[in-house]
């Protein structure tokens, strides 16, 4: 079997790495450039890896499957396009994904099936969304309705800052079309849990439960990033939060089979626990980062086969060890804001067989590994406690060394 996996990062090569394992794969394509490819791993390096260079990837290779990483692909109906020249694709079509790629339809969709979420309005305007912060306290959140490439969601402490926010979003167009709409929501305080599930034909299957830490800098400060660290399972998830969970998954999957959403693929389902009450702050349609660098480390059952069973509309019978995994992911400094790529990372041959680095920015040039990224490489370690995964973590990130290299040193320090 031929695989092509349509992205580049951390998510897409522990992904490969993981499909890797079953010998019924021949071979495994990235489809622009990961520098950590390697094996049955190849790069197939589309120029600009648009729809029209994939679509001669595919017309020239014999690919049996696609699975798509990033949200942006799967929000402009990639599946769709694909599914339509007859190959098998996982992930949800465009009018399901639109639970992660609208957040007023994914608001909407959680007030129509009694999902619990934070107390939120919808606004299309300045002015009617600049009276309506008299709803809230602060903080206040003030997210933008499209995707934004991940930058949509905004923290406001007080009401000047909220205002400028409101500005940059209507006056200015900082987000385009993408903004033309909001949610202003409450702000939630609580710890944050990430829950990825397959979906196969609307019926929800959940994954183990990890925490992934979002904040740049150590003691949770600082600005938000795509991720900077994770651990799996969540050590603040209770019996009670678990069950929690399963009554509001059964409303999702309810939901989804009365809006005919023909949900093949992944749900993200993002919580946040306030006072031993679980609320949905956002849904994902795809595989989160770093969230999949330590569920996948930590799954038994098949890859390949959980895949297949999706896209069959069967029951996707997932299995995960009973252990711990951890990756504390190592940045380029000034991520997330301006940085520097480009500098050769030295010591990747030294680090210990029992952890895992997945390459999240980086690219191989005549043989030397470059950094090409914020999110440069996720070290991962799996063992029987949180502890010793977390000891073999940064043991190895010290072997590990470029120009410009950071990373968080409090991960997994509960």
């Known amino acids: ?21 079953n010998r019924k794969v021949e071979q495994i394509y990235i489809s622009t450039h990961n520098g950590g490819a390697t094996g049955k791993i190849i790069n197939a390096n589309l120029a600009n890896n648009s729809v029209e260079t994939i679509d001669r990837f595919l017309a020239e290779t014999n690919i049996d499957l696609v699975i798509v990483g990033p949200e942006q692909f799967l929000s402009e109906g990639i599946i769709d396009h694909i599914e339509s020249k007859g190959i098998r694709a996982f992930g949800p079509h465009k009018s399901a994904a639109r639970l992660e790629s609208s957040k007023a339809f994914a608001k909407d969709f959680m007030n129509k099936y009694e999902i619990p979420t934070a107390k939120h309005y919808q606004y299309d305007n300045y ?15 003030i997210k933008a309705d499209g995707l934004c490439g991940g930058k949509g969601v905004l923290i406001c402490q007080d009401k000047d800052e909220a ?5 940059d979003i209507f006056h200015n167009q900082v987000f385009g079309d993408q ?26 299957y959940p994954f183990d439960t990890a925490m992934d830490y979002k904040k740049i800098y150590e003691d ?3 600005p938000n990033t795509g991720g900077v660290g994770c651990i799996s399972p969540n050590p603040f998830w209770s019996a009670d939060l678990d069950q929690q969970s399963n009554q509001i998954i059964r409303k999702i999957e309810h939901g989804l089979a009365e809006e005919n959403l023909d949900f ?3 749900l993200f389902i993002g919580y946040l626990v306030e006072n ?13 980062d770093p969230e999949t660098e330590v569920l996948l480390p930590r799954l038994n059952s098949d890859l390949l086969e959980n895949i297949l069973q999706a896209i069959d509309g069967k029951p996707v019978v997932l299995d995960f060890a009973n252990n711990v995994a951890m990756t504390t992911i190592i940045v380029s400094e000034g991520y997330p804001g301006e940085y520097k790529t480009g500098f050769e990372i030295k010591g990747l041959k030294d680090v210990d067989p029992q952890a895992l680095v997945y390459h999240n920015g980086t690219k191989n040039v005549e043989n030397k590994i470059l950094t090409n990224g914020g999110r440069v490489l996720s070290v991962v370690a799996v063992a029987e406690d949180l502890e010793s995964a977390r000891q073999t973590v940064y043991q190895n990130i010290k072997k590990i060394n470029f120009e410009n290299m950071s990373y968080r040193k409090d991960i997994g320090k509960i």
């Not at 600049?130 to 602060?138: D, H, I, K, R, V």
């Not at 205002?163 to 500005?167: H, P, T, Y």
């Not at 909001?182 to 034909?201: N, R």
């Open 1 to 21: 079997m031929k695989i092509l996996i349509i992205g580049n990062g951390g998510r897409e090569h522990a992904i490969a790495e993981s499909l890797s394992k």
């Open 127 to 141: 002015d009617d969304a600049l009276a309506g912060l008299s709803e809230f306290g602060y903080p206040v959140v």
């Open 163 to 167: 205002i400028k926010v409101l500005k």
């Open 179 to 204: 903004g033309s709409e909001i949610v202003m929501e409450q702000f939630l305080s609580g710890f944050e849990a990430s829950l990825l599930c397959f979906v196969s034909g609307n019926k929800i």
């Open 220 to 222: 949770d400060l600082g």
């Open 264 to 266: 093949t693929g992944i």
């Open 276 to 288: 031993g009450k679980l609320y949905v702050l956002e849904f994902n349609a795809r595989f989160g």
